[in-house]
């Protein structure tokens, strides 16, 4: 399950687990809602989500059907390979995403119209950073 000695998550466990969400998500399918139709705990769902469990492939089948996508929908495609060491970026914006808070921000960040609102946000979160958290 892991990439490494540190017990991090395969790249391939965390993809999917975050296509899962995104579509989760898209679908406003709670995980509560996700988790009784595929038979596990909510807890469950919030694993596979970050990539901490790995997805059986009759699991990931029952999700998809749920989800009404195919499985093939949840793997990464040539041109989603992890990124190179140098794409800290799209790294980042993975690690965000996969928050419990990443995507609700993600979603309502684009709707904050005026651009010195949308920049006093983008303060604040750098001052947290700054400050430890």
Known sequence: MADGEDGE???????????????????????????????VTFQQVQKYERGA????????????????????????????????????????????LLTPEGIDLADCFPRVRRPGARRAVLDLVRACVRDGG
């Open 9 to 39: 998550a395969h790249a391939v466990d965390r993809h999917v687990g975050l296509q899962i969400r995104l579509r989760r998500k898209a679908l406003q399918v709670s995980q509560e809602r996700l988790a009784e139709a595929i038979g």
């Open 53 to 96: 469990n790995r997805v059986s492939a009759s699991m990931l089948w029952d999700i998809a059907r749920v989800l009404k996508t195919h499985p093939a929908a949840f793997f990464p495609g040539e041109h989603d390979a992890e990124p190179a060491a140098a794409d800290q970026v799209l790294t980042s914006a993975r690690a965000f």
